[in-house]
């Protein structure tokens, strides 16, 4: 092997060193922190204090809703910087992982990536332990990878695999193919990769496809379950519904205790349709078990919409998730939960309709959720987005605060030539994510048509 083949260049244009198969090491960017100033959003108006804690220089986005950018101690936010909004993410263009230092007020970047989209910007994510590490990808010889940034040190390892979601002992990542999850949910992978269009999978793929688990310590990766495995498992009430499918796996996700992997799985039929249900599997790839069909799954709501957004309780054994439980007798969109096994279906609220991407408070107590555009039940006229905090316990909903999120599509998220382009470039969601102890939240907004991130301090509003 030549020296060439040893050396590559990462997206920020420094030399990377294999030190392993497939397992690179380099020095990332040494940027200063910069100072600004963080402004407060419509202060004494709404029902928590909230501030702007990004400068207007440029796109901001917080990763997703289940995913806490606080870094372990709560000093600091990892977001991803944008390189543009309002058009369609390019192969070969760069993103910044950014680092906001809340008690000074400053941020730095610490990487630069080619792996990033405009719904989960480039799925940064701190380890869990400790405020050393970063998680994101990048894309390194025409493939996502995961790479680890070390803050402290400004040393950096890409590995094997990508990353969806990262174990909460740092351990393992899990990710489905990122190169093609454009095709049936665009903006949660990578760009596209050349000539603009991914690569849909082949009935042939389903045995070499599927969910795959990179060892970091080992660097080692494999396919923990096939798509095939996922079609074997599913429900016999959705076997008519998949029959001559090709199968796509979408959101991947940890339980907090490390235990088990949450999975969307979808399947096209002649390159149409989602025909979404969802799995539970321990993180070791066994017990897969589908806890939700496709028929319950998609049920339409009076209203508009069908199921969506599952995501784990803390305690790690439920689920919560937007449903219409038709089987119950229920025809609008309600928050719900079950077990990973499917069983315990529990109707949340009868009063407070479904919406968004909801989340559980430890103590089961308080939910928080957004909104869509479209979802008008929840939304004003004005067509800004709640931020809903709901208490379980008495029935009754706080709106913390209203978040515009126009960056050009007005009310209209997907304009036609998205549509055409199959981008989503005009589409911010909010995202409310709660902060480590639970006394925060952050989110995504546009008050001037500009992404930015957004920290609520609801404290007084759960004690």
């Known amino acids: 092997m030549n020296r060439k083949e040893f050396l590559y260049k990462t997206t920020a244009g420094f030399t990377a060193l294999m030190v392993a198969p497939s397992l690179w090491a380099f020095r990332t960017i040494e940027e200063g922190w910069k100072s600004f100033d963080f402004r407060p959003f419509r202060k004494g108006e709404t029902a928590a204090p909230i501030i702007q804690v990004t400068p207007n220089d440029g796109y901001y986005l917080h990763t997703f809703y289940d995913i806490c950018p606080w870094s372990p101690s709560g000093r600091y936010l990892a977001l991803t910087k944008l390189p543009y909004q309002q058009r369609k993410p390019v192969w070969g263009d760069i993103a910044e992982i950014c680092v906001v230092d809340l008690e000074n007020q400053a941020i730095r970047t610490v990487y630069r990536t080619k792996a990033w989209s405009f719904q989960v910007g480039a799925n940064v994510q701190w380890n869990h332990v400790a405020d050393r590490y970063l998680y994101t990808n990048d894309i390194i010889n025409g493939k996502p990878v995961c790479v680890r940034i070390d803050v402290n040190s400004g040393e950096a390892i890409a590995f094997s695999g990508a990353k969806y979601d990262v174990s909460p002992d740092g351990r393992s990542v899990v990710s489905p193919n990122l190169l093609n999850m454009n095709i049936h949910q665009y903006g949660y992978g990578v760009p596209d990769p050349p000539p603009g269009k991914p690569k849909p999978f082949m009935p042939e793929d389903r045995v070499h496809e599927g969910l795959w688990k990179t060892d970091l310590e080992r660097d080692k990766t494999t396919l923990l379950v096939t798509i095939d495995q996922f079609f074997d498992a599913v429900a016999e009430s959705d076997r008519k519904r998949y ?19 949450l999975q969307v799985f979808r399947a096209q039929v002649d390159s149409k349709g989602r025909n979404a249900s969802l799995f539970t599997l321990d993180a070791d790839g066994q017990a897969l078990t589908q806890c939700l069909t496709a028929e319950k ?25 937007n449903c219409i439980p038709t089987w119950l007798g229920y025809t609008d969109m309600l928050f719900c939960s079950f077990d990973y096994r499917g069983n315990q279906f529990t109707v949340l609220s009868e009063k407070h309709l479904g919406s968004g991407h909801p989340t559980m408070h430890p103590d089961s107590r308080y939910l928080l959720t957004d909104a869509y555009p479209k979802q008008t039940y929840v939304v004003p006229e004005s067509g800004e987005i709640p931020i809903r905090l709901i208490d379980l316990k008495y029935d009754k909903e706080v709106t913390v605060c209203t978040m515009p999120t126009d960056v050009g599509g007005g009310s209209n998220q997907y304009l036609p030539e998205d549509r055409i382009t199959g981008g989503s470039h005009h589409k911010l969601d909010p995202h409310p994510a709660w902060s480590r102890n639970y006394t925060q939240v952050c989110f995504n907004g546009a008050p001037g048509g500009q992404r930015q991130v957004f920290i609520a301090d609801i404290n007084a509003l759960i004690s």
């Open 297 to 321: 799954w998609n049920q339409r709501a009076r209203l508009g919409g069908s199921g969506n957004h599952p995501n784990w309780h803390p305690d790690g054994e439920r689920v919560i998730m």
């Open 243 to 261: 029959r001559d499918s090709i199968g796509y796996l979408f959101h991947s996700k940890f339980n907090r205790q490390g235990t088990r992997i």
